[in-house]
């Protein structure tokens, strides 16, 4: 199967013939085939079974590469470039320890569907099974989380390996794609051989999608009452935001995301009713609830995005469209599967719309969802809350509004404040909202920041943190500082495990069992000792000037900002709850209050 020529534009390939036929080291191989691929930026940390591959490194004159100081920093820091760019991250790890410390890494990536190649050492082949020094079968450890992965056996096999492994990594579902070197390889001569095509029989990834499917789907398009087009992160993988926005304006249909599909359809236009699941607004969730057609393209009925999945969206009828067919069918039975490319297929269906095109029929629905937007916002106060601290919510607004949009990107931890962010960060453009959404891996927003600063130095790149989830993977702060890497990090800080003890506090008695965290470390001495900028704020009417002191820094700041330790994220769909089922939802209606008893844990 040839390499198409879609894919190598998109990934910078071409023929490569620089280093064509010449004798050198399976290490230098290794690099020389990553300058081929257009790598410009790798992610890792030496050992003694990648010795040779990084000797090899210290000779290119194309690659940069950044050292982190942990593996599974940087495999979250490789992470955050490929979803920043598009293109697919690369790590470089030695045996035994540092291959087992990218496995969170890689999983994170494998569930949130990011290309990574991940290279590992690996003891010399004569003594792979003795339990030799750090050996480790990570090639067995990783099976589950990868999309595929090789342990090389010979050096004829080396340049093949790299190129399918950069193709399988990056067609199709993306994913990650781990490459397990012996290290007596690393050091054998070859004859380097870049092949300038792929030949895997068994991988053939659908991508035009089913011509009567989609025919079909354009015809339930038309005759819905109540559509809604629900949105996930395979519209961001595939580039299909033009295609996605051609569609929902030429019938009127609103728009639902999840979070991985947070920024796939601009938040300020008025089709866009942004985050649906279990803290989405509630009026996403009534329209999702109460809709006749669901129209899902790049997503995958998600237990965070259903809610009670016997209830979601009991009267509609499903298409579902996605690369993987291993999706469609799993979590709910749709009238009309299609499998192929997300841009593809809707640009089919913008095809058949335009052939055969009718007024909207909308009206009436578009209505129904503007009053129920008006009656239950999501919770807005300003920059105080009740209590006289910071109000959360506030002042993710504040940053919001400060953040340019267009130039500018928001990693967040794992927590409250990643629901925060996911509400109030308003996003306008495709990759400039990264969080961790399948595995909600607390450890992955600060490295991630570090690999889109790297990525796109041009823009602001603001790691929106908890202070446990912060300290997952602290130790980053030094790759910042010492590569120049101009990161900034605001920790919405309340003193706790936020989400753990929200759930304690609505549902087990208010027993906080660990999840009450001391006042340790002190952050801003902390990333002073880094030489970050840093500083703390806990006054409503210090915090914008804080704020911008940190957006302004010129070199990776910190800001400590400290919340109330009872704060919750509403409005929440309680587990096994229907969608519809909300706890904290604001209602702005005849009689103004919030919504459910449940509101005593709250702000």
């Given at each position: 199967m040839i390499i198409d020529r879609e894919y190598e534009e998109k990934n910078g390939l071409g023929p490569f013939t620089e280093k064509q036929g010449k004798t050198m080291t399976g290490a230098q191989a290794i690099i020389a085939c990553l300058e081929a691929e257009g790598v410009d930026t790798v992610f890792g940390y030496p050992g003694g079974q990648a010795i040779k591959i990084y000797d090899a490194l210290y000779d290119s004159k194309k690659i940069r590469h950044v050292l982190a100081r942990h593996e599974q920093g940087a495999t979250h820091e490789a992470d955050g470039y490929a979803r920043a760019t598009g293109k697919t991250g690369?790590?470089?790890?030695?045996?035994?320890p540092g291959a087992t410390n990218t496995v969170t890494g890689i999983a994170t990536a494998y569930m949130d569907s990011v290309p990574l190649v991940v290279i590992t050492g690996q003891v010399p082949r004569s003594v792979i099974g003795t339990d030799a020094f750090q050996e480790s079968d990570i090639v067995g450890i990783t099976m589950p989380i990868v999309k595929h992965s090789y342990l090389l056996q010979s050096c004829e096999d080396m340049t093949k390996t790299f190129r399918e492994a950069f193709y399988i990594a990056n067609s199709g579902r993306p994913g990650p794609v781990l490459i397990d070197v012996p290290s007596d390889l690393a050091g054998a001569d070859m004859v380097f051989e870049y092949p300038s095509d792929v030949n895997l029989p068994s991988y053939k990834p659908t991508v035009k999608g089913n011509a009567r499917q989609i025919r079909q789907a354009a015809g339930m398009l038309r005759n819905a009452k109540r559509p809604i087009l629900y949105i996930g992160g395979g519209i961001i993988s595939s580039h299909a935001e033009r295609e996605l926005r051609e569609v929902a304006e030429m019938l009127q249909i609103p728009v639902v995301a999840t979070l991985m599909g947070k920024g796939a359809f601009p938040a300020s236009h008025p089709l866009n009713l942004g985050l649906v699941g279990m803290h989405g607004s509630r009026f996403a969730n009534y329209a999702v609830t109460n809709s006749d057609l669901l129209f899902v393209v790049g997503a995958r009925f998600s237990d965070r995005v259903t809610g009670r999945l016997a209830d979601f969206a009991p009267h509609a009828k499903v298409v579902h469209v996605d690369i993987d067919p291993a999706e469609i069918g799993k979590n709910r039975n749709p009238q009309i599967p299609i499998v192929g490319d997300a841009r593809v297929v809707l640009a089919g269906l913008e095809e058949q719309l335009k052939q055969e095109p009718c007024e909207p029929q909308t009206k009436e629905w578009l209505d129904q969802i503007e009053e129920w937007r008006k009656e239950y916002p999501f919770y807005s106060p300003g920059l105080a809350a009740t209590s006289g601290s910071i109000s959360p919510e506030g002042a993710l607004d504040l940053l919001s509004s400060m953040l340019d949009q267009e130039n500018s990107i928001v990693t967040t931890e794992v927590g409250q404040h990643q629901m925060w962010a996911a509400q109030h960060i308003q996003t306008e453009e495709p990759r400039s909202f990264l969080s961790s959404g399948g595995l909600g891996t607390m450890g992955f927003g600060l490295p991630a920041a570090i690999g889109a600063k790297v990525a796109c130095p041009e823009k602001q790149v603001v790691c929106i943190a908890g202070d446990g989830s912060v300290q997952m993977n602290i130790q980053e702060l030094a790759t910042a500082a010492i590569e120049g890497i101009n990161v900034k990090v605001l920790i919405v800080n309340n003193s706790?495990?936020?989400?753990?003890?929200?759930?304690?506090?609505?549902?087990?008695?208010?027993?906080?069992?660990?999840?009450?965290?001391?006042?340790?470390?002190?952050?801003?001495?902390?990333?002073?000792?880094?030489?970050?900028?840093?500083?703390?704020?806990?006054?409503?009417?210090e915090l914008e000037a804080a704020m911008k002191r940190l957006l302004d820094a010129d070199r990776p700041a910190l800001l400590d900002m400290r919340i109330d330790r009872d704060e919750n994220v509403y409005p929440m769909v309680a587990p096994g709850a229907p969608l519809d089922d909300m706890i904290g939802a604001v209602n702005v209606g005849p009689i103004s209050e919030m919504i459910d008893e449940h509101e005593v844990g709250g702000r």
């Open positions: 690369v790590v470089i790890v030695t045996s035994g706790a495990l936020g989400m753990v003890h929200q759930w304690q506090n609505l549902f087990y008695n208010q027993r906080y069992s660990e999840t009450l965290l001391p006042d340790i470390p002190d952050f801003v001495k902390l990333a002073e000792a880094y030489n970050w900028q840093a500083e703390r704020v806990s006054d409503p009417a």
